[in-house]
């Protein structure tokens, strides 16, 4: 996919300034969700849960080559064909022959961030591959062509105005149609496509080696259908969602489903052992998965950035931040955004690419606090931004100035004469200035009055 | 590729401390008492509806009466044939009831526990979709659950925790998007 | 008992009535207060940008400055975190420079938290009767350093009524030099922490740098909101109060 994330200073301000309903549905929905998830952590005192499942995690990530391994037997054993893919090029030449082999025209979607990260849908368009997306949101946002703007609710950036305009525009629906009568025409749509499709393509939300079993979780019973309905199913599978037993889903689902939306569980997870066995009436008649590096390795080895591959993508911390809060996801540019975004688009695609996400933060740790598996998402960021400081890829000036002022603060009698200067500036100096830091404060705050003697200078006089 | 993958994983961990497995979470306790009391509470706050059904006969009016809203059913594989409503079969994308034979519910999560053994679409196409769980099944926890299924794994089982719902459209609530808009489970005291 | 006040270089050049007022309550206290007159910045600034080595140059400077001090007190959450949590975080790797930091990070603490866990004083006087006040947690000293109840502790105690706010515990979107990186969304943060404050006589907060940004978005926006340092509430709560039983020494 094409990584934009370079333009986020650029975008977010323009979303500010252009479209605050963006703003306003964002902070809406978020609020709800982390209020929901406070007292569903609550309810279980989560903070044993969420050390349990970091330490589950983190073992499962320091033996990933042997549960990988593991994880294939048990898929096999269990009927499942089972692909690798190293990039997202390997993944969609992967789609693609099974697509081929099978004849498949129509493929259902059963919402999946990694086939975005991947760019499946273009591929597939580009073979004549007919792609419904089949949860609302996704459904919504593939009418209006957006990538998803939040890793569980895609189109939280939408408010009802804009469904309805949408729904009238496409389907003719009254304009001020509720959101029963706007749901029950998608579902019509929707509902001819499962029948329809040959194939239903899923993520994965955990894999168990040990049983083999795919976990998915989700409200709306588009994933069950999805993945029972079409001939096909096809699950993508980063290496990183691995569970070691079959018993560690009972806290992994429930923690998920409360860190993501204050619930006990999704309204349906579907625990998914392969293809339809001879005894069953229906069910798929072939499935695969598909295990997707894409960048995941390369983050493994790294010292730090390893942690983020904890994330089991519950969007709690984009729920929790006041930043994301203000933007929604697509000024981040990238798939993932909010707080796990911009720590893990570094480590994927590269920090030239993603330089400003690490920035996109005012480390206030609100994350931290949230994230079912303690990703210290703060740190992660003060990691980057170092590495940023180190490959040169911040701004001359502010390297200079940073320098510049590091002296000057080790310097008692430098601090002093700054100070004296800072009172000698004519007032008004600090309201209306050319200095860029300067200029940015005063652009929507009051100037800096320095106070008439510093306190220094009082404490000298006698206090 | 497989190989590939596996050997940069390798490598990438080559110098990384190796994290021990913790012994699973025990959950909580929960009586098979408690148990029937939480799933009704907690299936009904999620926007389900609970039916307790003292023995076979009861279950047998009970579905007499229940049925006269529908026009015909689609019906699980293994459902025992004294709960088959009486009601003309019809395939599960027309009919506008589905009913389960359930392999067990969850308490504390207020979820329906069905298996593919008995097929899917009913469980997934009709609008309204009845659960038949057998008392005995209802587990306190969903870890309880999870290590009595274990023993036989199906190409599919799933959680039902009420009706299908969703929040994408302004996020106002909407039930019955693309699954069941109602979800009924009739908790009997008979083991089928 | 002796304590070197860490003033901090914003309070210095900006708010320097909250440095008054944090010598003022700690005499009035039984504490004898010091100024080591060569302090500066803690270092902070660079610390957030990724400026690692001139955090450390800063940081070093500061470890010599307070390096004698019996207590080090700041009338800033964010302050002290950086000297209590990240200064031995900045020299993980350098064994005779992190035992010092681990030194200095054992004896620092934020105004409030001090009055309330090392001198044992949860009430101050009573003046702040009859004074609505809205408290705002700045990110550092409630997530980092785990300080809550102590400001509201001291506040309540004085008579004041300490009015419930819905995004007491959002970030206001100064975050240092987050707020001239990414001005619109700062702006936006501050925008959306006031659309909410309820109405009240004082807003104030532990944190020099967020109170400069609300109040010049206050100003800005030409709102009617006092703002105060936590310093400045505190010692006027202890004003009016004959004495206090201090368990300083």
Same mark, same amino acid.
């Given at each position: 996919?094409?990584?934009?994330?370079?333009?986020?200073?650029? =975008?977010?301000?323009?979303?500010?300034?252009?479209?605050?309903?963006?703003?306003?549905?964002?902070?809406?929905?978020?609020?709800?969700?982390?209020?929901?998830?406070?007292?569903?952590?609550?309810?279980?005192?989560?903070?044993?849960?969420?050390?349990?499942? &970091?330490?589950?995690?983190?073992?499962?990530?320091?033996?990933?080559?042997?549960?990988? %391994?593991?994880?294939?037997?048990?898929?096999?054993?269990?009927?499942?064909?089972?692909?690798?893919?190293?990039?997202?090029?390997?993944?969609?030449? #992967?789609?693609?022959?099974?697509?081929?082999?099978?004849?498949?025209?129509?493929?259902?979607?059963?919402?999946?961030?990694?086939? %975005? =990260?991947?760019?499946?849908?273009?591929?597939?368009?580009?073979?004549?591959?007919?792609?419904?997306?089949?949860?609302?949101? &996704?459904?919504?946002?593939?009418?209006?062509?957006?990538?998803?703007?939040?890793?569980?609710?895609?189109?939280?950036?939408?408010?009802?105005?804009?469904?309805?305009?949408?729904?009238?525009?496409?389907?003719?629906?009254?304009?001020?149609?509720?959101?029963?009568?706007?749901?029950?025409?998608?579902?019509?749509?929707?509902?001819?496509?499962?029948?329809?499709?040959?194939?239903?393509?899923?993520?994965?939300?955990?894999?168990?080696?040990?049983?083999?079993?795919?976990?998915?979780? =989700?409200?709306?019973?588009?994933?069950?259908?999805?993945?029972?309905?079409? !001939? #096909?199913?096809?699950?993508?599978?980063?290496?990183?969602?691995?569970?070691?037993?079959?018993?560690?889903?009972?806290?992994?689902?429930?923690?998920?489903?409360?860190?993501?939306?204050?619930?006990?569980?999704?309204?349906?997870?579907?625990?998914?052992?392969?293809?339809?066995?001879?005894?069953?009436?229906?069910?798929?008649?072939?499935?695969?998965?598909?295990?997707?590096?894409?960048?995941?390795?390369?983050?493994?080895?790294?010292? &730090?950035?390893? &942690?983020?591959?904890?994330?089991?993508?519950?969007?709690?911390?984009?729920?929790?931040?006041?930043?994301? !809060?203000?933007?929604?996801?697509?000024?981040?540019?990238?798939?993932?955004?909010?707080?796990?975004?911009?720590?893990?688009?570094?480590?994927?695609?590269?920090?030239?690419?993603?330089?400003?996400?690490?920035?996109?933060?005012?480390?206030?740790?609100?994350?931290?606090?949230?994230?079912?598996?303690?990703?210290?998402?703060?740190?992660?960021?003060?990691?980057?931004?170092?590495?940023?400081?180190? %490959?040169?890829?911040?701004?001359?000036?502010?390297?200079?100035? #940073?320098?510049?002022?590091?002296?000057?603060?080790?310097?008692?009698?430098?601090?002093?004469?700054?100070?004296?200067?800072?009172?000698?500036?004519?007032?008004?100096?600090?309201?209306?200035?050319?200095?860029?830091?300067?200029?940015?404060?005063?652009?929507?705050?009051?100037?800096?009055?320095?106070?008439?003697?510093?306190?220094? %200078?009082?404490?000298?006089?006698?206090? | 590729?497989?190989?590939?993958?596996?050997?940069?994983?390798?490598?990438?961990?080559?110098?990384?401390?190796?994290?021990?497995?913790?012994?699973?979470?025990?959950?909580?306790?929960?009586?098979?008492?408690?148990?029937?009391?939480?799933?009704?509470?907690?299936?009904?706050?999620?926007?389900?509806?609970?039916?307790?059904?003292?023995?076979?006969?009861?279950?047998?009016?009970?579905?007499?009466?229940?049925?006269?809203?529908?026009? +015909?059913?689609?019906?699980?594989?293994?459902?025992?044939?004294?709960?088959? /409503?009486?009601? /003309? *079969?019809?395939?599960?994308?027309?009919?506008? @009831?589905?009913?389960?034979?359930?392999?067990?519910?969850?308490?504390?999560?207020?979820?329906?526990?069905?298996?593919?053994?008995?097929?899917?679409?009913?469980?997934?196409?009709?609008?309204?979709?009845?659960?038949?769980?057998?008392?005995?099944?209802?587990?306190?926890? @969903? *870890?309880?659950?999870?290590?009595?299924?274990?023993?036989?794994?199906?190409?599919?089982?799933?959680?039902?925790?009420?009706?299908?719902?969703?929040?994408?459209?302004?996020?106002?609530?909407?039930?019955?998007?693309?699954?069941? +808009?109602? @979800?009924?489970?009739?908790?009997?005291?008979?083991?089928? | 008992?002796?304590?070197?006040?860490?003033?901090?270089?914003?309070?210095?050049?900006?708010?320097?009535?909250?440095?008054?007022?944090?010598?003022?309550?700690?005499?009035?206290?039984?504490?004898?207060?010091?100024?080591?007159?060569?302090?500066?910045?803690?270092?902070?600034?660079?610390?957030?940008?990724?400026?690692?080595?001139?955090?450390?140059?800063?940081?070093?400077?500061?470890?010599?400055?307070?390096?004698?001090?019996?207590?080090?007190?700041?009338?800033?959450?964010?302050?002290?975190?950086?000297?209590?949590?990240?200064?031995?975080?900045?020299?993980?790797?350098?064994?005779?420079?992190?035992?010092?930091?681990?030194?200095?990070?054992?004896?620092?603490?934020?105004?409030?938290?001090?009055?309330?866990?090392?001198?044992?004083?949860?009430?101050?006087?009573?003046?702040?009767?009859?004074?609505?006040?809205?408290?705002?947690?700045?990110?550092?000293?409630?997530?980092?350093?785990?300080?809550?109840?102590?400001?509201?502790?001291?506040?309540?105690?004085?008579?004041?009524?300490?009015?419930?706010?819905?995004?007491?515990?959002?970030?206001?979107?100064?975050?240092?030099?987050?707020?001239?990186?990414?001005?619109?969304?700062?702006? $936006?943060?501050?925008?959306?922490?006031?659309?909410?404050?309820?109405?009240?006589?004082?807003?104030?907060?532990?944190?020099?740098?967020?109170?400069?940004?609300? $109040?010049?978005?206050?100003?800005?926006?030409?709102?009617?909101?006092?703002?105060?340092?936590?310093? $400045?509430?505190?010692?006027?709560?202890?004003?009016?109060?004959?004495?206090?039983?201090?368990?300083?020494?």
């Amino acid at each position: 996919m094409q990584v934009k994330a370079n333009d986020y200073p650029k =975008e977010s301000a323009r979303l500010l300034r252009e479209e605050p309903q963006v703003r306003e549905s964002v902070t809406g929905a978020t609020l709800n969700f982390d209020r929901n998830r406070r007292a569903a952590y609550a309810e279980v005192g989560a903070e044993a849960w969420r050390d349990w499942a &970091e330490r589950v995690k983190n073992h499962v990530l320091t033996h990933l080559d042997s549960y990988l %391994e593991q994880a294939e037997r048990a898929l096999i054993a269990n009927g499942v064909q089972v692909h690798w893919a190293e990039d997202a090029e390997q993944a969609q030449r #992967i789609v693609a022959e099974v697509a081929r082999a099978a004849g498949v025209k129509k493929v259902v979607k059963a919402k999946s961030m990694l086939s %975005e =990260e991947l760019g499946i849908n273009p591929m597939l368009s580009s073979m004549g591959i007919e792609t419904l997306e089949t949860d609302l949101g &996704e459904y919504i946002i593939q009418l209006l062509d957006q990538p998803p703007s939040h890793i569980v609710g895609p189109a939280i950036h939408l408010g009802l105005e804009q469904i309805r305009a949408l729904f009238h525009q496409r389907f003719g629906t009254p304009p001020d149609a509720t959101p029963d009568a706007l749901a029950g025409v998608a579902r019509k749509l929707l509902r001819e496509g499962f029948l329809q499709a040959d194939m239903g393509i899923s993520g994965g939300n955990f894999l168990v080696a040990e049983t083999g079993t795919l976990a998915l979780i =989700e409200n709306e019973g588009n994933i069950r259908l999805s993945t029972s309905v079409p !001939r #096909i199913h096809l699950a993508l599978v980063g290496i990183e969602k691995l569970l070691p037993r079959f018993s560690d889903l009972a806290v992994f689902l429930s923690l998920t489903a409360r860190a993501a939306t204050g619930q006990r569980l999704g309204t349906f997870v579907s625990l998914l052992h392969g293809p339809r066995q001879a005894s069953e009436p229906d069910g798929p008649e072939a499935v695969h998965v598909v295990f997707v590096d894409n960048g995941r390795s390369a983050v493994l080895a790294d010292p &730090e950035a390893w &942690e983020t591959l904890r994330c089991v993508r519950c969007g709690a911390c984009l729920n929790a931040c006041p930043v994301y !809060r203000q933007t929604g996801g697509h000024a981040y540019g990238y798939v993932y955004s909010g707080p796990i975004g911009a720590v893990l688009a570094p480590g994927l695609v590269g920090l030239e690419e993603t330089q400003p996400l690490p920035y996109a933060s005012s480390l206030c740790g609100a994350c931290y606090e949230v994230c079912p598996v303690k990703i210290p998402i703060p740190k992660l960021l003060l990691a980057w931004r170092q590495r940023a400081v180190e %490959e040169n890829l911040t701004p001359r000036l502010e390297k200079a100035a #940073i320098q510049g002022y590091a002296w000057a603060m080790t310097q008692p009698w430098a601090y002093r004469l700054a100070a004296k200067a800072l009172r000698l500036l004519p007032e008004k100096a600090l309201d209306n200035t050319v200095v860029p830091v300067l200029k940015a404060w005063v652009e929507g705050r009051a100037g800096l009055k320095p106070s008439p003697k510093s306190f220094r %200078e009082l404490w000298e006089e006698g206090l | 590729m497989k190989e590939r993958i596996l050997s940069r994983i390798h490598r990438a961990l080559e110098p990384r401390l190796k994290a021990e497995l913790p012994a699973p979470l025990t959950p909580t306790q929960v009586s098979p008492d408690e148990a029937l009391k939480l799933f009704r509470e907690r299936l009904s706050g999620n926007g389900g509806e609970v039916v307790r059904l003292a023995g076979l006969e009861e279950a047998k009016s009970w579905l007499a009466e229940f049925v006269r809203a529908f026009s +015909g059913v689609a019906i699980g594989s293994t459902l025992p044939d004294p709960l088959k /409503p009486p009601l /003309p *079969a019809l395939p599960p994308e027309e009919a506008p @009831l589905g009913v389960s034979w359930a392999l067990g519910a969850v308490a504390e999560t207020g979820s329906v526990i069905v298996g593919s053994a008995e097929g899917r679409r009913h469980q997934l196409l009709p609008p309204t979709h009845l659960a038949f769980v057998p008392q005995h099944r209802v587990f306190g926890t @969903l *870890a309880e659950a999870l290590t009595e299924l274990k023993g036989q794994l199906p190409s599919a089982i799933a959680l039902h925790s009420g009706p299908s719902k969703s929040a994408d459209i302004g996020q106002v609530m909407v039930r019955g998007v693309h699954g069941p +808009g109602r @979800l009924i489970a009739a908790i009997i005291a008979w083991e089928g | 008992m002796r304590v070197a006040l860490f003033v901090t270089c914003l309070a210095d050049q900006f708010l320097a009535e909250a440095g008054v007022a944090a010598v003022k309550l700690l005499r009035h206290l039984g504490v004898e207060v010091e100024f080591p007159p060569a302090q500066t910045c803690c270092g902070q600034p660079a610390y957030n940008a990724g400026y690692w080595n001139e955090a450390r140059q800063m940081a070093a400077h500061t470890l010599g400055v307070f390096e004698d001090a019996e207590y080090v007190v700041l009338p800033s959450g964010s302050c002290t975190a950086m000297v209590r949590s990240f200064y031995p975080e900045l020299y993980r790797d350098m064994p005779r420079k992190f035992s010092k930091a681990e030194a200095l990070s054992r004896k620092t603490y934020e105004l409030a938290e001090f009055i309330v866990k090392v001198l044992g004083v949860s009430t101050l006087g009573l003046g702040l009767e009859g004074q609505r006040i809205a408290y705002h947690h700045g990110c550092h000293a409630l997530r980092e350093l785990g300080i809550k109840d102590e400001p509201l502790t001291l506040l309540a105690n004085a008579g004041a009524s300490l009015v419930p706010w819905e995004a007491a515990i959002e970030c206001c979107g100064f975050g240092g030099l987050f707020s001239v990186k990414l001005p619109e969304v700062s702006l $936006s943060m501050a925008d959306r922490k006031l659309s909410t404050l309820p109405e009240v006589d004082v807003l104030t907060s532990a944190d020099g740098g967020c109170l400069l940004h609300l $109040s010049g978005r206050i100003a800005h926006r030409r709102l009617n909101v006092a703002v105060k340092p936590l310093a $400045s509430v505190l010692w006027e709560a202890a004003q009016k109060t004959p004495e206090v039983d201090a368990h300083a020494g």
